[in-house]
């Protein structure tokens, strides 16, 4: 009895400091907030996996965006939201100095793979993106053109024998194994046979790797110190050996057989060696005069997975949700095939500029990464107590901010009947009357992704090589309109996108 006593007088005592302590944190500052629930804060349905958080964070961002910038709850944590593209345009750029982490930590002895340019912070950081500069210029790109061709033309020749039965087809499967395959051959220096072979353990690594559940995440950004202690990491064990062993040989491998290619795993042997990369047009005094140490073998193969990981699953989920729209909207699909032949006939063969030229493509994925950004959300923390402009706001230090992407795409009072795919929104004269920072797929700012230009590259050459030769339509069972799985942190549709493929 008295034990039951006790434990009463704990969680009353627990509850009352959670509700009139930790959740007066907002309240205190003038700040219009949600209502937090003790002890989860706002993040109930997150916690139990009811809801997808970009679609959380969307939900949120429609019932309190007229308030510009409001208060949430994680747990015990207090975050701010972003809902004012003036603001974020604050934040991301204007004010960077005050906001350029991303506030996730990660311990490099216990998560390796995880010390990469997209996570680490502060001076290592800058020091890091300044090394990265000049490994995705244009040139470089257009040197790997070849590799993500040839992956490409191997996809379309796999999936011959579908078109020719009319059958159905996982679209996020198959690019799912062509965007591996590339990115084996360009940061791992390997030839994977993913496309042919469902079984080849790169896919098997990327596939193990991705089933992080968010749970998994919210605790490793609200107790990265209890995590440490216990000494839990993020990623699988098995799969970040995998891929730390795999690149040490294989630069090994390079070093004996003096193999240089024109790849990004070159390019990290050159910051491995050098701690710069060649530039395409300035001189290398020039990059010394600017950078520091050379990269260590777990500093690159850190930054190869990142790579691995952003090329792998945000181009295979672009070119998988661009299929399923034109799949939905014949006439889009037509349009685009009709650009595809005639630039295809003029230049001869699939090229970087024929690539380039291919202008309604371009639509067509920019407003695929409208609808389905591949990351929902943004993140920072404040690193300097600062003012923000026109809210009376002062953001103190150490709060994490959340620019919720997916709720911003889909503002109807931005993008007017935002459920409907429309290449068209992104015509010169439409994007003119937009806020610049009203369409952020890939963030904005210092820290905006440094590898967006070869996985729009990557996605593109796949969906030419498949729009050339195939015709995509619907199959039932995939759901209309799609539904997301709600444990997953990027938009993973339940049941998979299946379409129709049939020979043109």
Same mark, same amino acid.
């Given at each position: 009895?008295?034990?039951?006593?006790?434990?009463?007088?704990?969680?009353?005592?627990?509850?009352?400091?959670? #509700?009139?302590?930790?959740?007066?944190?907002?309240?205190?500052?003038?700040?219009?907030?949600?209502?937090?629930?003790?002890?989860?804060?706002?993040?109930?349905?997150?916690?139990?996996?009811?809801?997808?958080?970009?679609?959380?964070?969307?939900?949120?961002?429609?019932?309190?965006?007229?308030?510009?910038?409001?208060?949430?709850?994680?747990?015990?944590?207090?975050?701010?939201?972003?809902? &004012?593209? &003036?603001?974020?345009?604050?934040?991301?750029?204007?004010?960077?100095?005050?906001?350029?982490?991303?506030?996730?930590?990660?311990?490099?002895?216990?998560? @390796?793979?995880?010390?990469?340019?997209?996570?680490?912070?502060?001076?290592?950081?800058?020091?890091?993106?300044? #090394?990265?500069?000049?490994?995705?210029?244009?040139?470089?790109?257009?040197?790997?053109?070849?590799?993500?061709?040839?992956?490409?033309?191997?996809?379309?020749?796999?999936?011959?024998?579908?078109?020719?039965?009319?059958?159905?087809? /996982?679209?996020?499967?198959?690019?799912?194994?062509?965007?591996?395959?590339?990115?084996?051959?360009?940061?791992?220096?390997?030839?994977?046979?993913?496309?042919?072979?469902?079984?080849?353990?790169?896919?098997?690594?990327?596939?193990?790797?991705?089933?992080?559940?968010?749970?998994?995440?919210?605790?490793?950004?609200?107790?990265?110190?209890?995590?440490?202690?216990?000494?839990?990491?993020?990623?699988?064990?098995?799969?970040?050996?995998?891929?730390?062993?795999?690149?040490?040989?294989?630069?090994?491998? =390079?070093?004996?057989?003096?193999?240089?290619?024109?790849?990004?795993?070159?390019?990290?042997?050159?910051?491995?060696?050098?701690?710069?990369?060649?530039?395409?047009?300035?001189?290398?005094?020039?990059?010394?005069?600017?950078?520091?140490?050379?990269?260590?073998?777990?500093?690159?193969?850190?930054?190869?997975?990142?790579?691995?990981?952003?090329?792998?699953?945000?181009?295979?989920?672009?070119?998988?949700?661009?299929?399923?729209?034109?799949? /939905?909207? /014949?006439?889009?699909? &037509?349009?685009?095939?009709?650009?595809?032949?005639?630039?295809?006939?003029?230049?001869?063969?699939?090229?970087?500029?024929?690539?380039?030229?291919?202008?309604?493509?371009?639509?067509?994925?920019?407003?695929?990464?409208?609808?389905?950004?591949?990351? +929902?959300?943004?993140?920072?923390?404040?690193?300097?107590?600062?003012?923000? +402009?026109?809210?009376?706001?002062?953001? @103190?230090?150490?709060?994490?901010?959340?620019?919720?992407?997916?709720?911003?795409? =889909?503002?109807?009072?931005?993008?007017?009947?935002?459920?409907?795919?429309?290449?068209?929104?992104?015509?010169?004269?439409?994007?003119?009357?937009?806020?610049?920072?009203?369409?952020?797929?890939?963030?904005?700012?210092?820290?905006?992704?440094?590898?967006?230009?070869?996985?729009?590259?990557?996605?593109?050459?796949?969906?030419?090589?498949?729009?050339?030769?195939?015709?995509?339509?619907?199959?039932?069972?995939?759901?209309?309109?799609?539904?997301?799985?709600?444990?997953?942190?990027?938009?993973?549709?339940?049941?998979?996108?299946?379409?129709?493929?049939?020979?043109?």
């Amino acid at each position: 009895m008295v034990l039951i006593q006790l434990i009463i007088i704990a969680l009353s005592a627990l509850y009352i400091y959670y #509700k009139y302590v930790i959740f007066n944190f907002w309240r205190k500052r003038n700040v219009v907030y949600i209502e937090p629930v003790v002890p989860t804060g706002n993040i109930t349905a997150l916690i139990r996996g009811k809801k997808q958080i970009g679609v959380f964070l969307h939900d949120a961002y429609m019932k309190y965006k007229e308030h510009r910038a409001f208060g949430m709850y994680g747990l015990f944590k207090p975050y701010f939201i972003i809902a &004012d593209p &003036d603001l974020i345009k604050v934040i991301l750029t204007e004010k960077f100095t005050s906001f350029h982490d991303r506030g996730i930590h990660f311990n490099p002895q216990l998560n @390796p793979l995880f010390d990469n340019l997209f996570c680490i912070n502060g001076e290592r950081w800058q020091d890091l993106r300044a #090394k990265m500069t000049h490994t995705f210029t244009k040139a470089k790109i257009k040197q790997m053109f070849p590799i993500v061709k040839e992956c490409s033309e191997r996809l379309a020749k796999y999936l011959e024998s579908k078109a020719q039965t009319r059958d159905s087809v /996982q679209m996020k499967d198959m690019f799912a194994r062509y965007t591996i395959d590339v990115i084996m051959s360009t940061a791992f220096g390997m030839t994977s046979n993913c496309i042919e072979d469902p079984n080849d353990e790169c896919l098997i690594q990327g596939k193990k790797f991705l089933r992080i559940k968010i749970l998994r995440f919210i605790l490793f950004v609200s107790l990265p110190k209890i995590m440490d202690f216990f000494s839990i990491s993020l990623a699988d064990r098995e799969t970040t050996s995998f891929f730390m062993n795999m690149f040490r040989e294989n630069v090994e491998r =390079r070093k004996i057989d003096n193999i240089v290619t024109n790849d990004f795993m070159n390019l990290l042997i050159q910051l491995m060696e050098k701690g710069y990369v060649n530039p395409d047009d300035v001189k290398k005094t020039d990059v010394k005069s600017t950078i520091n140490e050379p990269l260590t073998m777990a500093e690159a193969t850190a930054q190869a997975f990142a790579f691995f990981f952003a090329g792998f699953e945000s181009s295979a989920a672009t070119a998988t949700f661009a299929l399923y729209e034109l799949a /939905q909207n /014949q006439d889009i699909q &037509d349009n685009v095939r009709e650009e595809i032949d005639e630039t295809l006939a003029k230049h001869g063969d699939l090229t970087y500029e024929a690539i380039d030229e291919m202008k309604y493509l371009e639509k067509v994925i920019n407003e695929t990464l409208r609808k389905y950004p591949p990351l +929902p959300m943004l993140n920072r923390i404040c690193t300097e107590t600062t003012d923000l +402009p026109t809210v009376n706001i002062r953001v @103190p230090k150490g709060i994490p901010i959340v620019i919720p992407v997916l709720g911003l795409h =889909r503002d109807p009072s931005i993008y007017p009947d935002p459920e409907r795919f429309d290449p068209e929104r992104f015509a010169a004269d439409e994007k003119a009357k937009r806020h610049n920072y009203a369409f952020l797929p890939f963030g904005e700012g210092q820290r905006k992704c440094i590898g967006l230009r070869f996985g729009n590259i990557q996605t593109k050459i796949g969906l030419v090589s498949l729009l050339s030769k195939y015709r995509f339509k619907p199959h039932s069972q995939t759901a209309v309109p799609l539904i997301f799985n709600e444990k997953s942190f990027g938009l993973a549709v339940k049941g998979g996108v299946y379409l129709v493929i049939e020979p043109r």
